[in-house]
């Protein structure tokens, strides 16, 4: 009789500990690059609650839409956007090709290798540059460049890839919301073919899931085959207005979770915002000069406002501090 | 020993007839509005050879990209596409308010009811009344229109809301291939926001898979809520080469299996025939003027022309009989 009281009495404390390490200790955190805190908490909260069939914000999993910002949210921005550095590239050697191109002021600017020159390029010029290197390339082509610019490529302050210059807490939130059976979607000022090339093994994001920066494409036939040629000219731009426009396009549905960094994710948490039931709008600041970068609301890229800092306080989104918030930055 | 023989031999027979049953027979049949015939039969086999996982044709679920078009595909488009019967009721109600639009041709035309001038009305001039009739609205709004009047609109020559004008053995296509894991995408040359007003209740598809003609829209504020509203500019038309540059912008794959039924879907076939793989493209041929309708090669909804027949039969596409291969046209 006492035997079996100390059975049940040990299977009672097994019970209680492995019920303890399953709520809140290491082995399954679900983001633990993640310093605790009220947004760790709040992101488990939520998913909790849309996720809870019991609960009365409980949300199918088809209409768990979340979008994040690629540039800044994902992966590093500064202290140029990664495919504005491949865009460069690609326009050196077409200016090889192509002597006469240099002759265009902004081509030449673009070439100067000045940062700060660089830094003050307007998107609508970077892709007259995209235009000038990538129109008449076949979407094939074209993502073919990218890979193997994206291959032999390195980033030398971090002497890594681009690729491995993702952020580690955001990718465990990507898993933490695939895990649980969310939409997710990237939505990004960037180029669509561009994030295609690496959305799929980096974020385990399916292509038909990146929404972006669009170029018409016409197609054609080469060699009795049907291809799909990237035209000079943009179809929209996938920023500020454009996000939510485009979400509306490729999602039908509102967000209920968006990620971004910049004032050209306003618009997007904003939409997010104006859904039904629970949601969550994040930033990710970018205050971490040692670890990564600190631009301040000034920066030509990744612009963080003073006056998106303050919307962000006034309607309670939540500003992720990189240096307070994150313990690692990138992944080992 | 007898004894025990006897029951391994009837357990043999029910395993036997079990088998027999489940492979061949009416209960499991997934395609029962289908005759039996070598299109059915292709279907299934190649369902089988795609999702086999043993199968050197294996094909991954999130690649098992299938784009079916609507009008004449999946519910009746004579004698006219029922997105334009909309727009002409619409347009009614939009003359009623402001009588000086009379002054426009196309719209006094349109407004007519000369079935043969309706039928020459283009694509082009059914957008310009479009742009008329919808352009200012919220999406929310334009949706709410479209929901009323195909709750309240009956088809007169078959009694019964549009909605239920759907082809029963298409239907049964469609939960074939979603309980197979397929990406089902309607890939229209109708309107990408009419569509998505059905196509959730009548098809199973999501709003999110539904791809059609687009028009631009511009992100606003209304009553301190932001909204989006139709603008009166087209952003692309979803037919024939705008099918799969279509498909690359929102799927960035090629589909492996494409059903449609005129001339408009030709492009979309031949980019499915371009994939890896199996593959599998078909046509609905509307050749039953008893139970449904029977076009020719001359109508001007729904061209199936003698040169696409042609290139089908080059091609070796599938031709499927309204006549011969389905057993039903309507749900009951």
Redesign the interface.
């Known amino acids: 009789m006492l035997r079996s009281r100390i059975v049940i009495l040990k299977a009672s404390v097994l019970f209680v500990l492995i019920s303890l390490s399953f709520s809140s200790f290491g082995a399954t955190d679900p983001l633990p690059s993640w310093n605790e805190g009220p947004i760790k908490q709040r992101l488990i909260t939520f998913v909790q609650t849309v996720t809870g069939s019991a609960n009365p914000n409980y949300v199918k999993p088809?209409d768990r839409i979340a979008t994040f910002d690629n540039d800044g949210t994902l992966w590093l921005e500064q202290p140029l956007y990664t495919q504005f550095l491949f865009a460069i590239d690609e326009l050196k050697i077409k200016v090889k090709q192509h002597p006469a191109l240099l002759k265009n002021p902004a081509i030449k600017a673009l070439l100067s290798g000045n940062q700060a020159a660089l830094a003050h390029v307007k998107q609508k010029d970077l892709m007259q540059v995209i235009e000038v290197t990538h129109a008449g390339m076949s979407?094939d082509q074209y993502h073919a460049a990218v890979k193997k610019w994206l291959e032999t490529t390195t980033n030398k302050r971090f002497n890594k890839p681009y690729t491995a210059l993702i952020y580690q807490p955001m990718l465990e939130v990507l898993a933490y919301l695939r895990d649980n059976h969310f939409?997710i979607y990237i939505v990004s000022g960037g180029g669509?073919e561009f994030i295609?090339v690496f959305a799929p093994t980096i974020y385990q994001v399916?292509?038909?899931h990146?929404i972006g920066t669009?170029m018409?494409?016409?197609?054609a036939y080469q060699h009795n085959?049907?291809v799909?040629i990237k035209s000079p000219k943009l179809?929209?731009v996938d920023d500020h207005?454009g996000k939510?426009?485009a979400i509306?396009?490729?999602?039908?549905?509102k967000p209920i979770i968006a990620f971004g960094n910049s004032d050209g994710d306003k618009?997007m948490l904003?939409?997010t915002q104006?859904s039904n039931g629970n949601h969550m709008m994040l930033l990710v600041h970018h205050d971490d000069a040692e670890r990564e970068y600190a631009y301040g609301p000034n920066s030509k890229v990744g612009t963080f406002s003073n006056a998106l800092m303050q919307e962000a306080a006034q309607q309670k989104w939540d500003v992720i501090s990189m240096k307070h918030d994150w313990k690692t930055i990138f992944p080992n």
Do not use: C, H, M
């Open positions: 088809e979407i939409q669509q295609r399916d292509v038909s990146v669009a018409t494409t016409s197609y085959q049907p799909l179809l929209f207005a939510p426009e509306n396009l490729f999602i039908g549905k618009e904003e939409w104006s």
